[in-house]
């Protein structure tokens, strides 16, 4: 069995999976979820133990792949995780000295491309995909020749931070500033939370959810705007596609569920895009919620 599991704010999830040589995809045999002790340190690595041992009593664990926010600085220690309690520490050298395993860690944009190559919707892809969260944030993770690239820093797909391609402020708005501190961040324009902001300053306060009831409703403003936001994430896969050239690109967050995006997406690619006939495919994730905790167990497997 290999463990997965995926830590967040509230909860920690862990699941163990086992091959099906029938359908090609990976079995859930267990899943079990804990609150996230945030209190402490040593708290916190209770609760990951705890979750793990209750997953260790459904059958023999071979690795174990973490999924969290942040990652592991060249100190070894944790940094930039939401989970504040953990930056600072040599968060998978203590769980070493508790567990016998090798255990793994990636941030949930690297899971999600993991999960979805192994054996989701990239699941034809022979060597590369790339997967992009547009949820409250954007991020990315990148699959090329099988294996996830994160590279010597530690930021390889952190896309949600260059700028947006083709920035043109009649188009997109006004210049913004990040939180990150630098100008026009993609996850300024294609997080679902870019596009409530790129909305509420053109026409009136609404989140990507309001937005979209409204797509649906057929209202003219919203329909517009909505057609803006995806050239917008066209410009971005049309760059990532000029670069990594994957063979698909799979969305992942809550704007992923709105079935809309592809068909126009796909259409726009084209206009952003060196060669004019692209065919790498955009594509919905197939794993949901459970590509973290999927494709964290997937860590040591690629
Ligand atoms: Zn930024």
Redesign the pocket.
């Known amino acids: 069995m290999i463990v997965g599991l995926d830590i967040g704010g509230t909860k920690i999830e862990g699941v163990g999976l086992v091959p099906n040589s029938e359908t090609e995809i990976y079995q859930t045999l267990v899943t079990h979820r804990e609150p996230t002790n945030k209190e402490n340190y040593e708290g916190f690595l209770h609760s990951v133990m705890s979750v793990i041992d209750e997953v260790a009593k459904h059958g023999d664990i071979e690795s174990i792949g973490i999924g969290c926010c942040g990652s592991v600085g060249n100190d070894g220690l944790m940094q930039g995780a939401n989970v504040t309690v953990l930056n600072g520490q040599d968060f998978i050298g203590d769980l070493q000295k508790r567990i016998d395993v090798p255990v793994a860690i990636a941030n949930d944009a690297d899971c999600l491309a993991l999960s979805e190559f192994k054996d989701g919707a990239a699941k034809d892809a022979l060597s590369s995909c790339v997967a992009i969260i547009i949820g409250t944030g954007c991020g990315s993770g990148v699959v090329i020749n099988g294996g996830l690239v994160t590279g010597l820093n530690k930021l390889g797909g952190e896309l949600?931070?260059n700028p947006l391609p083709h920035f043109n402020p009649e188009k997109d708005g006004p210049a913004v500033e990040?939180?990150?501190?630098?100008m026009n961040?993609t996850?300024?324009f294609v997080s679902g939370t870019g596009l409530g902001r790129t909305f509420s300053e053109k026409y009136f306060e609404a989140n990507s959810k309001e937005i979209m009831a409204l797509v649906e409703q057929g209202d003219k403003q919203a329909i517009e705007h909505f057609d803006l936001y995806c050239d917008q994430l066209a410009r971005v896969i049309g760059s990532i596609v000029n670069f990594v050239d994957p063979e698909i690109v799979v969305l992942g967050g809550g704007m992923s569920n709105v079935d809309a995006i592809y068909p126009r997406v796909q259409d726009k690619l084209n206009q952003y895009t060196f060669t004019k006939s692209v065919r790498t495919r955009v594509v919905k994730n197939l794993h949901g919620d459970s590509s973290g905790v999927r494709g964290a167990a997937f860590l040591h497997s690629i």
Request: aromatic share 10%; proline share 0%.
């Open positions: 949600g931070h990040c939180y990150c501190g630098s961040c996850e300024s």
